[in-house]
């Protein structure tokens, strides 16, 4: 399968613009990031003077991130129906613990999706 370069449109792309996700030739890749950094920008986005991908983008490249997380959480914060469903008897008092543990988890993974957003800067 040959990959097409959305700059030039020489047929040897091989890497992806992490801002717009197009596939470009290693000859279209902005000089300032060819030094081996974790973001690869392509000379449009130099161009546009694009640094940073929108909460949207952030949001549709890890929604099974995002799905896994709040599988968790529904897990976590309504336990009640799933324990009944599988014939426990819980007092609903004990899951207080679960409930204040589920909010500190919550914390780091807001840092995480910050610095993602960060990540091309």
Same mark, same amino acid.
């Given at each position: 399968?040959?990959?097409?370069?959305? !700059?030039?449109?020489?047929?040897?792309?091989? @890497?992806?613009?992490?801002?717009?996700? /197009?596939?470009?030739? /290693? /000859?279209?890749?902005?000089?300032?990031? !060819?030094?081996?950094?974790?973001?690869?920008?392509?000379?449009?986005?130099?161009?546009?003077?694009?640094?940073?991908? /929108?909460?949207?983008? !952030?949001?549709?490249?890890? @929604? &099974?991130?995002?799905?896994?997380?709040?599988?968790?959480?529904?897990?976590? !914060?309504?336990?009640?129906?799933?324990?009944?469903?599988?014939?426990?008897?819980?007092?609903?008092?004990?899951?207080?613990?679960?409930?204040?543990?589920?909010? &500190?988890?919550?914390?780091?993974? &807001?840092?995480?999706?910050?610095?993602?957003?960060?990540?091309?800067?």
């Amino acid at each position: 399968m040959v990959l097409n370069c959305a !700059v030039c449109g020489s047929q040897f792309a091989n @890497k992806r613009c992490y801002f717009c996700e /197009s596939k470009i030739c /290693s /000859s279209c890749i902005s000089p300032a990031d !060819v030094t081996g950094g974790y973001t690869i920008k392509c000379v449009n986005c130099d161009r546009r003077m694009v640094n940073k991908i /929108s909460l949207l983008s !952030v949001i549709r490249r890890n @929604k &099974i991130i995002i799905a896994i997380l709040f599988g968790f959480w529904i897990f976590t !914060v309504y336990p009640i129906p799933f324990l009944q469903m599988l014939g426990y008897n819980i007092p609903a008092t004990a899951f207080h613990p679960i409930l204040i543990t589920t909010a &500190i988890m919550i914390i780091p993974f &807001i840092f995480m999706f910050i610095a993602w957003q960060r990540r091309g800067t």
